[in-house]
């Protein structure tokens, strides 16, 4: 028996012995489902590297049943790409002010649910909440997933301008664009053109939190067409994702195809690398 088992079995408060029992239940799960996760992907990199589960098997002590079995079962490593254990999803408020109310985008709201949906279906637990009209938001927290552009937060105006390659910059006409410092392109939303065409740009990175103690995933389009596309292509494609940068610090932007009627993605592509930012020199 664990000392914390110990220390909850000796309460005799019924209701706290309730609450604490419920609380270490939970966090066991969460635990439960990343060691699994974490299983998966050691068998699931060891056979990449040309090793048969028997070889495994016999490696580890374990039956070549039971490694094939993990290999196929059990939450995907890829996953973790979003978030270990649970994931908070924040998508922004936004300010009406010919009506005087606060507001939220149909837009923000269905990438905030499809990345709920997508981060349960791999297992993690998801809270959700709002970036305030104000932009204050604490970062400094495990399993962030902010949908949220630099405009409208301070914050995440701070934590965009840590990217060491995609910068976020007004046009000297005044619409937002990103620039890739490597390349110098400008990539510009097709909806600030003159004439105007339904394509947008996503921006997708992992980026420091400000207390520098971890990451948080960010996700902003130049309009708001631009972060569903992010969405559909993490839900596409995180696997690959996860196979080309894993939980490291990086980011990329994607373009977006969208139908004007009802602005969801008709095709979203990669328009640069992946940069990860451990290998990116001065640009």
């Given at each position: 028996?664990s ?6 079995v ?9 609450r604490?029992?419920t ?17 998966r ?9 040309g090793l048969?589960y028997?070889?495994i ?5 374990l ?6 079995q993990?290999?196929?079962?059990g939450p995907a ?12 999803v ?7 002010d010919e009506?005087g ?18 981060a349960?279906?791999?297992g ?5 909440e ?13 399993g ?11 914050e ?20 937002w ?10 990539h510009r939303?097709?909806?600030d ?5 339904p394509y ?5 990175g992992?980026?420091?939190r ?18 569903l596309?992010?969405v ?14 894993g ?14 009627d009802?602005s969801e ?5 990669l328009?640069c ?11």
């Open positions: 028996m000392d914390e088992l110990r220390r909850i000796a309460i005799d408060d019924p209701y706290l012995l309730l604490e029992v609380t270490r239940l939970a966090d066991a799960q969460q635990e439960v489902t990343e060691l699994a996760r974490l299983r992907r050691v068998v699931q990199d060891l056979h990449a590297q048969s028997a070889q098997a016999a490696k580890a002590g039956s070549r049943g039971r490694i094939h993990i290999r196929h079962t490593p890829e996953g973790a790409f979003l978030g270990r254990g649970s994931v908070t924040a998508t922004p408020l936004r300010r009406d009506r109310r606060t507001v939220v985008a149909v837009d923000d709201v269905s990438s905030g649910k499809r990345l709920e949906e997508l349960r279906s791999y993690l637990d998801v809270t959700s709002h970036v305030p009209v104000t932009g204050a938001i604490n970062l400094d927290r495990d962030l997933v902010v949908v949220c552009g630099p405009r409208m937060s301070q995440m105006w701070d934590t965009y301008a840590q990217d060491p390659v995609l910068a976020w910059e007004r046009a000297e006409d005044g619409p664009t990103v620039v890739d410092r490597k390349t110098g392109l400008v939303s097709g909806q053109n003159a004439p105007a065409r947008d740009v996503g921006y997708l992992r980026l420091p400000p207390d520098g103690q971890g990451t948080l995933l960010a996700i902003a389009g130049i309009h708001t067409q631009g972060s596309g992010v559909q292509l993490l839900t596409n494609d995180l696997n690959t994702l996860w196979g080309q940068v939980d490291q610090r990086f980011s990329t932007l994607v373009g977006v195809e969208y139908d004007p009802t993605p008709l095709s979203a592509e328009l690398p992946l940069y990860r930012h451990d290998e990116v020199t001065s640009v």
